[in-house]
């Protein structure tokens, strides 16, 4: 199972996870965080979490799928709810302190992150979420994203290869599939992955070797659960494996 112990290394790894809020269509999707939570437990990683202090791009009242028009809320505030109060503004992180560095997906990370979600190919990255990818990149640290965030190093850095999974919907399986020909307008590349081969199985995580950039689809995909807790796990494992240690 990709969750063995045996896959991770024993030593110590100080990894950081930029979260965007809390819940899917506003902020971070908590299953994914969760998920790269576990998997980083089980590695023997230790864990910090970050966030910009900003606001929202909007509230979603999850029970609706619709903006709570009279709502507003804060990233870091909101994100704290995922990481139990223990949290720190992303402008207060120093690379140098850790090996590596995940951003879970939700749409959060297109409308907080950046700007993607409104403005596509043409989007801006929060400067902080820029900074950060630039450091990690030029330090030849490792860096995972799932879900849509891959979006965030296609834009930033230059020529990176992500995946989001397919480029075709396939009847739905793939409902976010256009994310693939946006990628590629940002300047990166895209391959084709799945979230899992079930005859195998093998859960998929692309690894971008040269830049050190690692993804998975997670929920860019119609499948069950533990087929995307699974193919975090994938990218984990593989983050991990490029610090190193």
Known sequence: MIADCAFYS????????VLSGCGVYDGTEIHEASAILVHLSRGGAEVQMYAPDVPQMHVIDHSKGQPAEAESR????E????ARGKIASL???T?????????PGGFGAAKNLSTF???GK??????????????????GKPIGLCCISPVLAAKVLSGAEVTVGHEEEEGGKWP???TAGAIKELGGKHCVKEVVFSLTPSYEAHVDTKNKVVTTPAFMCETELHNIFDGIGAMVKNVLKLTGK
């Not at 024993?10 to 996870?17: D, E, F, G």
């Not at 690379?95 to 951003?103: G, K, M, Q, S």
């Not at 043409?122 to 030029?138: G, Y």
């Open 10 to 17: 024993p030593v110590c790894i100080n990894k950081l996870i």
């Open 95 to 103: 690379t140098a302190d850790h090996d590596a560095v995940i951003f």
């Open 74 to 77: 804060n990233v870091l505030v």
């Open 176 to 178: 976010y599939a256009g």
């Open 122 to 139: 043409d989007c801006k990255v929060n400067r902080e979420v820029e900074r950060v990818l630039k450091d990690f990149h030029k330090a």
């Open 91 to 93: 402008a207060k992180l």
């Open 117 to 119: 979600a409104v403005d």
């Open 79 to 82: 994100s704290a709810r995922i």
